[in-house]
């Protein structure tokens, strides 16, 4: 398994793991285009891909511009494996290393995703008018968090 910074060529492959999950699934595909990824990528923040044997079975992607997590999303097949928590707690470690702002994200209520940004640390502070969760974490709360847990990785 390899983790690393995510590059405009990823991109196919992101879109094939987004498109492939179960829970929060995008209502038509063509929502997010590759533009966009590339735009989240290049231009707005930066993202990370978890690699087993030349596959992406993992992603996250962090906006900077707008203070949100953009995308976390792991294969069907890779789950519960740690992959989700890795490209996590990158992807905040850098969002934090870059500014101090609180990050927000929205998950679907009543799945997977949601238990997991609460046992993560995330705050839930309303819902979006489209019923989504609206979760937040401070560059506090994820500092006391990190600072109680010294696990450590290397970044190719």
Known sequence: ?????????DIRQIQFVRNSVKENRLSNPNLVTDEDCKMFLTERGKGWVCQIN??????????????NIWALFVRPEFEKQGIGRILHDIMLDWYFSESKKNVWLGT???TRAETFYRNAGWTEIGTHANGEIKFEMTWDDWSKRRNGNNKTMEII
Not at 1 to 9: G, N, P, Q, T
Not at 57 to 65: Q, T
Request: aromatic share 4%.
């Open 108 to 110: 679907s209520p009543h």
């Open 1 to 9: 398994m390899i983790i690393r910074e995510a590059i405009i060529d």
């Open 54 to 67: 030349d596959h992406i079975v993992g992603f996250s992607i962090a906006d900077l511009k707008g203070c």
